[in-house]
């Protein structure tokens, strides 16, 4: 047996590297987790050929660990994603959300719309935004059409209307497989098959995500830790991540997503989590048993 195989991990070193965890990304590891942080530390500082965890949190804060902090943080990660993931949310999402964001931009003539997915995983959760909100724009271009020429074949956006959807995470490999966009079938089982046909293609076993679709999509790294984080959008996706964060981070977290969206813009949280308590700034918007928050605007 290894030196690194018996190496204990004492209180004072587990309080370092959750400590270090913590700062460097938000997550939070309490006693629930404690196990599955000792198991992923232990694998990592066997890798590097580390016989003790004070040598690994030496090594974590040096300049030349660097790459180390960010495998490390990358096991650490819960990427548990799916399609159509929370649907009663996502019809919320699609009918009343959508349809009042476009027809405000509508009235102002402001024909963007800016969508973050703020701890993107695999990538589902973006497409699917972008499988919805393509949908919710051609029923409205119906209800709204506006006096511009739309070339055929018609694109997935009817022009004037422009869709961006920022998709980021912390962790490269799941940017990488997100950006890949090819899915196979058990990952499918959600999409009915009207998304199939209209935003897939099939490719032996697996779904390639539609090329149209994947241009709405810029998929960047951003660690929602830190302060500067993507502004001016209309929605944010932010879903089963701050379940992963204590109470101090999630408020710190909800203030900053009220600075980086647009007024009367709305945030979207998993299904587990909520806004109730931490903050004043957003209200709720109800339907079914899917919920949304919606910016909260001061009074002039
Ligand atoms: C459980 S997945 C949720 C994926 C998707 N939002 C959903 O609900 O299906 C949580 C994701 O949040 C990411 N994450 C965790 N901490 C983060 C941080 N500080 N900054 C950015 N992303 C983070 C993880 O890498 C992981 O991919």
Redesign the pocket.
Known sequence: MSTTETAVLTDAELRLLQALVYQE???HFDDRRTPFLHDRLQRRMKDCQLDSFYSYYRLLISQKGKEELTKLL?NL??????FF??KAQLDLFQHDVMDDLLNRKQERRDYSVRIW??????G??PYTAAMLVADALSYHYLRHPVPFESPLPKPLVPAPWRVEILA????YS?LRTAQEASYAEHQMAAVDYGYRLRYFDKTGARYAVKKNVKELIHFDF????TEYLPQRNDVI?????MM?FDEAEQKRLIEKFYRCLNPHGYLLV?HAESLLGLTEKFRMVHRNSGTAYQRVEEKA
Do not use: P
Not at 117 to 122: D, L, R, Y
Not at 168 to 171: A, E, F, G, Q
């Open positions: 990304c938000g997550m990358e990660t819960v990427n548990e994603t799916s993931r929370n997915s703020a701890g993107c995983s695999t589902q959760e980021s995470d912390i962790n799941v951003h660690n929602l830790k996706f932010c879903r089963n991540v992963y998993g």
